[in-house]
Structures are given as structure tokens and as C-alpha cells.
Antibody, heavy 123, light 110 residues
Framework: QVQLQQSGPGLVKPSQTLSLACAISGDNVSNNTAAWNWIRQSPSRGLEWLGR?????????EYPVSMRGRVVINPDTSKNQFSLQMNSVTPEDTAVYYCTKGGTTASPGFDYWGQGTLVTVSS | QSVLIQPPSASGTPGQRITISCSGSSSNIENKYVNWYQQFPETAPKVLIYRTDQRPSGVPDRFSASKSGTSASLAISGLRSEDEADYYC???????????FGGGTKVTVL
């Protein structure tokens, strides 16, 4: 059974960098049929996909146009986890952040989710 | 403003059948699989339907889904009180590219 355990601060100051990690158990971040995603949810913006990383003979990271230049998602094979970094945050980035597995043609949707981390951007 | 458009609410009495629509475009729903998620308060979404009409094991067959053109729909038959939740559609969008979601539909059992 795959489990995703999120960690990271719940409060970030405006203009600073948001950093979250997602530790994987029951699977491997290098699984060449999986993808590892970050998704956030807020009342104003709903559910928003932030990007993903995956391994297919080499590592790939993909982001929607709206997040390019702000978001970086990296794997950490030594810790079997992946991370999210979002720079220059504003109060509009206040949301619950989820890490997920899935979202490939081979997977049944986003089939595993982390517990969620409420990140508040405030001074 | 979500890329996929859902009605904000839907309701029915126990035992009724309700449907939730999800409207998209040629860059997402028309040529891609649609997934549906169910979310209860303070919990992460759970996949209800994947690849447009497939149910994961453990999801009751009261839940069904389909797609036609640029729209998809989720049906809940034999509505039960425990179906009160928020429901979201999702699809890959080639124009972003990336996953896009509907704004969610809150289902109330009267």
C-alpha cells in the first residue's frame, strides 16, 4: 500500500520560498511507470495542478505554463521522496498543498494522496 | 476560474438518480480521459472514476460516468446520505499542458 507523508512549514512570509517534501513508502520515486505530482486547493482557485516529476530512463519535471519559473519539483532518490519549491510567494498562494501519485495514462487517476499541508502566506 | 465547468451544486432525495456535468473543450475532455474525484470535508480527494468510465475497486456501481464530445457527466443512482460530498472532474489539457480540474459540485441529499 502506497503512503505519502508530507512535511514542511505551514507559514511562509510574502516574497519568500515555499518548500514542502513528500516521503514515499510502499513504492519508489524511481518507479518508471509512476508520476509524482503536487496539487493545491484553495477556495478562490479550486484544485490546481502545480506539476510533476517522473523517471523514464532519465528524470523529467513538467509544469503548467502558469507555474514555469516559479515552481520546481525534484526527486530525491536517497530519501525516496520528492519536493516542491515555489518562489516569490504572495498571499494568493495560501492553500492546502497535496502531493499525489498518478496522473499517467497507466494510472487510475491520482490514486494516492498525501495528508495535505495548509500553507499560509502572511507576514 | 476553473478550466472545466461544473454546476456548483446538485441535490436529490434518497434513492434518486442525479447527474453532474463537466464541460470542457477540444484540448481536454474531447480527446482525453476524464477522471472524477469525491472529497469529504477536511480530507484529500479520492478517485471515483478514471479513464472516463472505470471504477476503482471498492467504488459502488451506483457511480457511473460517460463522455460525449467536449462534455462529461457523473451519475449517482440510488442516492444515499453518505454521498454528500464535493465532486470534481479532471482531464489532461494539451494547451497548458497539464491537468485541469472543474470547480467542483457540492451534492446535497435532501
Amino acid at each position: 500500500q502506497v503512503q505519502l507523508q508530507q512535511s514542511g512549514p505551514g507559514l511562509v512570509k510574502p516574497s519568500q520560498t515555499l518548500s514542502l517534501a513528500c516521503a514515499i513508502s510502499g513504492d519508489n520515486v524511481s518507479n518508471n511507470t509512476a508520476a509524482w505530482n503536487w496539487i493545491r486547493q484553495s477556495p478562490s482557485r479550486g484544485l490546481e495542478w502545480l506539476g510533476r516529476t517522473y523517471y523514464r530512463s532519465k528524470w523529467y519535471s513538467e509544469y503548467p505554463v502558469s507555474m514555469r519559473g516559479r515552481v520546481v519539483i525534484n526527486p530525491d532518490t536517497s530519501k525516496n521522496q520528492f519536493s516542491l519549491q515555489m518562489n516569490s510567494v504572495t498571499p494568493e498562494d495560501t492553500a492546502v498543498y497535496y502531493c499525489t501519485k498518478g496522473g499517467t495514462t497507466a494510472s487510475p487517476g491520482f490514486d494516492y494522496w498525501g495528508q495535505g499541508t495548509l500553507v499560509t502566506v502572511s507576514s | 476560474q476553473s478550466v472545466l465547468i461544473q454546476p456548483p451544486s446538485a441535490s436529490g432525495t434518497p434513492g434518486q438518480r442525479i447527474t453532474i456535468s463537466c464541460s470542457g473543450s477540444s484540448s481536454n475532455i474531447e480527446n482525453k480521459y476524464v477522471n472524477w474525484y469525491q472529497q469529504f470535508p477536511e480530507t484529500a480527494p479520492k478517485v471515483l472514476i478514471y479513464r472516463t468510465d472505470q471504477r476503482p475497486s471498492g467504488v459502488p456501481d451506483r457511480f457511473s460516468a460517460s463522455k460525449s464530445g467536449t462534455s462529461a457527466s457523473l451519475a449517482i443512482s440510488g442516492l444515499r446520505s453518505e454521498d454528500e460530498a464535493d465532486y470534481y472532474c479532471a482531464a489532461w489539457d494539451d494547451s497548458l499542458p497539464g491537468w485541469v480540474f472543474g470547480g467542483g459540485t457540492k451534492v446535497t441529499v435532501l
